[in-house]
């Protein structure tokens, strides 16, 4: 038994009987529960109203394909937020408003993105809502500290809150627009946004200050988890953009819930190292439509994303996913490896994180094969 907390400690597990451990286990089931186990429901009645993507040259599905999974998403992470507060493993009072806050903007950019995915909106008017929700977090004390990052020279007080300010509206802008246009091909964004909040989750809980953070972290990371059995290839639904900027979003905000900096500056040199895939596909891509003549960079899609290129070469959209897994489960190895997490706990993390992400593509394939089977068969064959 002292081996096993032994382990557990590397981990960030203080005590394995304790009602803080448990209620992280509480929250990432019920959110992977919840949304496993909504999504079918969801996806026969977004069918019914016509909530769904229409094939077109850039995208895979060859019939509509349900857009409507970001709110099963969104559901699934809210309702085990709210079970964890009912557990009450920490004492919440004190960045209560700052996780209400992260929880608002979130459901803003959830709204929006599904009124985007139905109807359509503007970039400008998306990107409107972003920068709202980003002042959201900063009116609640969310953001980055400029005097605080390594490496830069410290300016006077004033200087440094105006700059720390455009740091932050840029950095939440950017990984939710980043985690955004990742989504492309199925499988992708459900992957890497739950690898990205497994890690950051492990490495927030090395820090006893974090357990908000940890809380926030589990119930996303359960809630991809849960949505990606029904979006590995062949998908049954898609986030749309409802889900693929909670995703980002959310996991920019935690990152300045004053739980992922170290501990002797607020620096977000983890989590831009563990959310490095998309933010640097979208960087290569704004780069390339810039120098092609395209003013407006984000209202033009296009087909050179990463997970296009890697689709092209691979010509297949299971195993163009479970190669970008691996780079995010790379990137969050290395992220882990900076912030001093010990190596256990990396090899840990990252073998579970893997274990979890085989098991539901393992279940995925083998519900595919059964609905195939099942569309093969005669009436004869399935009413002997």
Excluded at 74 to 85: C, E, N, P, R, T
Excluded at 263 to 268: R, T, V
Aim: glycine share 8%; proline share 5%.
């Amino acid at each position: 038994m002292d081996s096993l907390q032994a382990l557990a400690a590397q981990l960030g597990i203080s005590d394995l009987t304790g009602r803080g451990f448990l209620s992280v286990l509480v929250t990432f089931f019920t959110a992977w529960l919840f949304t496993w186990v909504f999504i079918p429901r969801l996806r026969e009645f977004a069918i019914r109203v016509g909530w769904a993507d229409q094939p077109n040259e850039r995208r895979l599905n060859k019939e509509p394909l349900p857009n409507a999974g970001g709110l099963a998403i969104y559901g699934g992470f809210l309702v085990s937020i709210i079970v964890a507060w009912a557990l009450r493993p920490i004492a919440v009072d004190i960045v209560n408003i700052q996780v209400l806050a992260i929880l608002l903007g979130a459901s803003m950019l959830v709204l929006v993105g599904f009124i985007d995915d139905q109807y359509g909106l503007t970039p400008l008017s998306r990107l409107l809502v972003q920068t709202l929700a980003a002042t959201l977090l900063l009116v609640n004390d969310l953001r980055i500290d400029f005097n605080a990052i390594p490496f830069l020279p410290v300016v006077p007080e004033p200087i440094s809150t105006v700059l720390g300010t455009v740091m932050t509206v840029v950095w939440v802008l950017a990984l939710t627009n980043a985690v955004n246009l990742l989504d492309g091909v199925d499988g992708v964004v459900g992957g890497v946004a739950f690898v990205a909040s497994f890690v950051l989750l492990v490495t927030a809980a090395q820090f006893p200050d974090r357990a908000a953070a940890v809380v926030l972290l589990a119930g996303l990371s359960g809630a991809a988890l849960g949505y990606l059995r029904h979006n590995f290839n062949p998908s049954r639904i898609i986030m749309g953009d409802a889900g693929s900027t909670l995703f980002g979003y959310t996991l920019a905000a935690v990152s300045l819930l004053g739980t992922l900096k170290f501990s002797a500056g607020a620096s977000l040199l983890v989590p831009l190292i563990v959310l490095a895939l998309p933010l640097l596909d979208t960087t290569q891509v704004v780069i390339g439509r810039l120098a092609r003549g395209i003013r407006n960079p984000l209202g033009h899609p296009d087909k050179t994303h990463i997970h296009h290129r890697v689709l092209a070469r691979t010509e297949s959209a299971r195993r163009t996913a479970v190669i970008l897994w691996l780079v995010a489960l790379a990137c969050g190895a290395f992220g882990m490896s900076l912030q001093g997490v010990p190596p256990l706990a990396i090899l840990g993390t990252i073998l579970s994180a893997a274990a979890c992400l085989l098991f539901v593509a393992y279940r995925r394939i083998r519900a595919g094969h059964l609905e195939q089977a099942g569309r093969d068969s005669t009436p004869e064959e399935l009413n002997p």
